[in-house]
T-cell receptor, first 111, second 114 residues
Framework: DQQVKQNSPSLSVQEGRISILNCDYTNSMFDYFLWYKKYPAEGPTFLISISSIKDKNEDGRFTVFLNKSAKHLSLHIVPSQPGDSAVYFCAASYNFNKFYFGSGTKLNVKP | DTEVTQTPKHLVMGMTNKKSLKCEQHMGHRAMYWYKQKAKKPPELMFVYSYEKLSINESVPSRFSPECPNSSLLNLHLHALQPEDSALYLC?????????????FGDGTRLSIL
């Protein structure tokens, strides 16, 4: 049973617009959430994280929002750039060493 | 460039072969991980080493044998694998010692079992 779910396998966005990637989780024990970006033939690259004591974290064009009551996490990319085209994984943890990953959303940013 | 280096990038082996996957990091991280990833699926945790000691084994079959010779190196020894073991094997590392820290991944070894 997957504890972290990304229900949209793909997303297409025009360059310059906002990309919103969503993630849902079922385990209320999760207290640390991350987003990774993955290009073909490369390993996942850490993008941004958020602790459960916060509801928002920003890093440049990337903002992660956490809604604990809804058990929902989202990543906003503004403005989207063609180089952002990749597969994005969300992950969650309640144990420092054990992360649970979603199945990924493939983002395509069109020029 | 990734700071976690995995070799080889690709490996093709028969079911009776013995081979090893290698992972190296020089970030001073004291936790290291092996993941298995099948196409269009999330990475699945296999093993966790913390301070060179095996701390998590996710009920992985014994044909996979991890080894952590020192804090910078992590090996995965393979023997008598099955075709369904064909996958991308990812190594990751993270800081240890309290607080949430992200894992940093290598580019993986693409393993094919004939």
């Amino acid at each position: 049973d997957q504890q972290v779910k990304q229900n949209s396998p793909s997303l297409s966005v025009q360059e310059g617009r906002i990309s919103i990637l969503n993630c849902d989780y079922t385990n209320s024990m999760f207290d640390y959430f991350l987003w990774y970006k993955k290009y073909p033939a490369e390993g996942p690259t850490f993008l941004i994280s958020i602790s459960s004591i916060k509801d928002k974290n920003e890093d440049g064009r990337f903002t992660v929002f956490l809604n604990k009551s809804a058990k929902h996490l989202s990543l906003h990319i503004v403005p989207s750039q063609p180089g952002d085209s990749a597969v994005y994984f969300c992950a969650a943890s309640y144990n420092f060493n054990k992360f649970y990953f979603g199945s990924g959303t493939k983002l395509n940013v069109k020029p | 460039d990734t700071e976690v280096t995995q070799t080889p990038k690709h490996l093709v082996m028969g079911m009776t072969n013995k081979k090893s996957l290698k992972c190296e990091q020089h970030m001073g991280h004291r936790a290291m991980y092996w993941y298995k990833q099948k196409a269009k699926k999330p990475p699945e945790l296999m093993f966790v080493y913390s301070y060179e000691k095996l701390s998590i084994n996710e009920s992985v079959p014994s044909r996979f044998s991890p080894e952590c010779p020192n804090s910078s190196l992590l090996n995965l020894h393979l023997h008598a694998l099955q075709p369904e073991d064909s996958a991308l094997y990812l190594c990751a590392s993270s800081q240890q010692g309290g607080g949430n820290q992200p894992q940093h991944f290598g580019d993986g070894t693409r393993l094919s079992i004939l």
